[in-house]
């Protein structure tokens, strides 16, 4: 025979589960502070506009394709 589970334990087990694995990915989101948010943005601002400037567009090709 199998296990004898009590299934209000089971489902409240797992809903600490839920909440727990929730609250792990809102500490991974909010948890940055903004000095660091600031500065991952500015980089990717600076790589983007050097990759604009790096960019290769050939006369003309504009309304071809």
Do not use: H
Not at 26 to 35: Q, Y
Not at 46 to 65: F, M, N, V
């Amino acid at each position: 025979m199998g296990e004898v589970v009590n299934l209000n334990r089971y489902r409240k087990q797992k809903q600490r589960a839920e909440r727990e694995r929730r609250a792990n990915e809102k500490r991974a989101r909010f948890g940055i502070p903004k000095t660091e948010r600031a500065k991952t943005s500015a980089e990717r601002s600076l790589e983007t506009r050097r990759l604009d400037g790096a960019r290769r567009d050939e006369p003309g090709s504009e309304g071809r394709d």
